[in-house]
């Protein structure tokens, strides 16, 4: 028993790194999870006369993506997002955080346009509210407004697929 | 000669692009509040930095905002809830103790007390070891070893 116990005590080290160094620190526990997603009303980006809110999306399951065209992470999730919006299965409403008007125009028209809408969030206070610090960002929002998954850095069509859909399909039930 | 020139010019942009912080002038009193606030926070985008240290967009909007709150009139109190609201407890350099953070707060003296307790088995341990006495005989062998006696010349 003595013998074994340096290697007892090295494989317990050993355990405590494995888990320590596979979780990411950038994943910070949303708060907001399970809570109402915060009100807002904003202009949209295409025709900034008008604006639109939460209030406009009550009753209904929807995506919430916070996109920038400064944002590099934002490409590589982009096309995903436009092949997902094809199968118009769920809406992707964009936040457009702290962006330039004419930079997100032609973001848009360059990379494709997989938003039902997008909003303006120039100064970034919806996404303070919103607890945005690693765009892109993705939301799930139920038809009560209630924030059921956060995902930050770009989604995946796993990610998409296994865990969002089914989750949408849930809370539309 | 070169070289210098190059240096002068390399300080010469160094001033250019220092600038001074606008707001520190207008009202000292609420700066220091500020900066002692935000440095009990922090950072989300570079995490082993406060707010008050960070120079990332967000920590700058972050702490316009708790610039803006406090001039509102709110307390630090509130002004931290509302962080904690949008980021969690981990916005806390100081982090409440509750059940999810009971490992870190406890963990340590945890940790001292096993060491405390292994410390102490193996004092005990070693004093049993010293308190062996040997008999007589065994005393006389260990003499005549020490002496360079072989045990058959006995």
Redesign the interface.
């Known amino acids: 028993m003595k013998r074994f116990l340096p290697l007892l005590i090295f494989l317990v080290l050993v355990l405590f790194l494995a888990v320590g160094l596979s979780l990411n620190p950038r994943e910070v526990p949303s708060p907001l999870i399970g809570k109402a997603a915060p009100a807002f009303r904003l202009p949209l980006l295409q025709d900034p006369g008008r604006s639109f809110g939460t209030e406009d999306l009550k009753g209904k399951v929807w995506i919430l993506n916070v996109w920038a065209s400064w944002c590099t992470a934002c490409l590589e999730e982009h096309p995903i997002l436009v092949e997902f919006s094809k199968a118009n299965v769920l809406p992707i409403y964009g936040l457009n955080y702290k962006d330039k008007h004419e930079d997100a125009l032609k973001w848009l028209s360059e990379h494709g346009n997989p938003y039902a809408m997008s909003i303006e969030d120039g100064d970034g206070r919806v996404g303070i509210d919103y607890g945005v610090y690693g765009v892109p960002e993705t939301y799930l929002i139920d038809g009560n407004g209630v924030i059921r998954y956060k995902r930050v850095g770009p989604v995946t069509p796993e990610i998409l697929q296994n865990k969002i859909l089914p989750m949408a399909k849930q809370f539309r039930g | 000669m070169k070289i210098a020139g190059a240096l002068l010019l390399l300080m010469l942009y160094g001033i250019g692009l220092a600038r001074e912080a606008p707001s520190a002038a207008d009202d000292p009193a609420l700066e220091n509040r500020v900066m002692k606030l935000t440095s009990d926070l922090r950072c ?2 570079c ?1 082993n930095q406060s707010l008050a240290d960070s120079h990332a ?2 920590a700058i ?2 702490k316009n ?1 708790v610039r803006s709150q406090m001039r509102a009139g709110k307390s630090d109190a509130e002004i931290r809830n509302y962080m ?7 916005v806390l350099y100081d982090p409440p103790f509750k059940a999810s953070t009971l490992l870190l707060w406890a963990g340590p003296f945890a940790l001292l007390v096993l060491g405390l307790f292994v410390l102490a088995v193996y004092l005990r341990r070693r004093r049993r070891l010293v308190e062996t006495e040997l008999t007589p005989s065994e005393h006389a062998r260990a003499q005549a070893l020490l002496h360079g006696e072989s045990e058959k010349s006995q």
């Open positions: 989300l985008v995490q967009d967000l909007d972050l905002q904690v609201a949008r980021y969690g407890d981990f």
